[in-house]
């Protein structure tokens, strides 16, 4: 009677692990953002728009280099995006103390309307608008609040460009 517990165990056992070999077969494990798809060569086939001023031009080199993975732009691009960037600075803290009423820290707020389409057709993959907000100290120096308000825009500018592949990365993924 011991005997056919053993038995009756082993198989349980092995039938155990059957089933968990065979769940793990149908398991795949892949990063989040994960590009062993091909999606790296449709991510690099994307060209951008001309820069307007230096922000749009942080946020479209930063684009550029996270698309193409460091290859630059694309000489047959399959999607032309139109990228439109604005920012703002905002005073958020304001220090009376000196009754100067000047703002000792501040908010930069890296905004971008983008509009992804086809070359070919012109049909429109993706359109959004995605915003960043860094946080900078002013100083009472004035040209080191200026240089400041610069390291924030060129952090939020770098911040946006990471969304805004994401998004773009989510949705050419489901197409």
């Given at each position: 009677m011991l005997l056919s517990d053993r038995n009756?165990?082993?198989?349980?056992?092995?039938?155990l692990i059957s089933v968990g070999i065979l769940t793990l077969a149908g398991c795949q494990v892949r990063p989040l953002y994960s590009t062993g798809s091909g999606m790296e060569q449709t991510l690099a086939s994307i060209s951008i728009s001309e820069a307007k001023d230096r922000i749009e031009q942080k946020v479209r080199n930063s684009l550029i280099f996270l698309l193409g993975g460091g290859s630059g732009e694309p000489a047959n691009p399959q999607y032309r995006m139109e990228l439109?960037?604005?920012?703002?600075?905002?005073?958020?803290?304001?220090?009376?103390?000196?009754?100067?009423?000047?703002?000792?820290?501040?908010?930069?707020?890296?905004?971008?309307?983008?509009?992804?389409?086809?070359?070919?057709?012109?049909?429109?993959?993706?359109?959004?608008?995605?915003?960043?907000?860094?946080?900078?100290?002013?100083?009472?120096?004035?040209?080191?609040?200026?240089?400041?308000?610069?390291?924030?825009?060129?952090?939020?500018?770098?911040?946006?460009?990471?969304?805004?592949?994401?998004?773009?990365?989510?949705?050419?993924?489901?197409?």
């Open positions: 009756g165990m082993k198989r349980a056992a092995r039938l439109n960037v604005t920012s703002t600075s905002t005073g958020v803290l304001i220090d009376t103390v000196d009754d100067d009423d000047a703002a000792r820290a501040g908010r930069i707020t890296v905004s971008a309307d983008y509009n992804l389409a086809r070359t070919d057709t012109g049909e429109t993959i993706r359109s959004g608008k995605r915003s960043v907000v860094a946080l900078a100290d002013f100083p009472i120096q004035e040209f080191a609040k200026v240089r400041a308000i610069r390291d924030a825009e060129n952090r939020a500018a770098r911040e946006l460009a990471e969304v805004i592949r994401a998004d773009i990365a989510a949705s050419l993924s489901r197409r």
